[in-house]
């Protein structure tokens, strides 16, 4: 397992706010990304590939529901 400093160097900070809530092959393509939500709500993606962030996507509000 990685540290809170490994993580960091690998995709960046995560603001304030945000907490991590799963992991999802959401493209098919057998790369993890990761779904974290926003105290607000907001669930978003991090599409990765080998260890870079290549797209974050704003999936839905839970308050939209």
């Known amino acids: 397992m990685l540290s809170s400093s ?3 160097a690998i995709i960046g900070s995560v603001g304030q ?9 959401a ?3 057998d ?3 990761i779904l974290s939500q926003r ?6 993606l991090w ?3 080998n260890n870079q962030v290549l797209h974050a996507t ?6 939209q529901i």
């Open 6 to 8: 490994e993580r960091s």
């Open 17 to 25: 706010g945000w907490h991590i809530v799963g992991f999802a092959d």
């Open 27 to 29: 493209r098919g393509d």
């Open 31 to 33: 790369k993890t990304g």
């Open 39 to 44: 105290d607000s709500g907001v669930i978003a």
């Open 47 to 49: 599409q990765l590939s």
């Open 58 to 63: 704003s999936i839905v509000s839970v308050n």
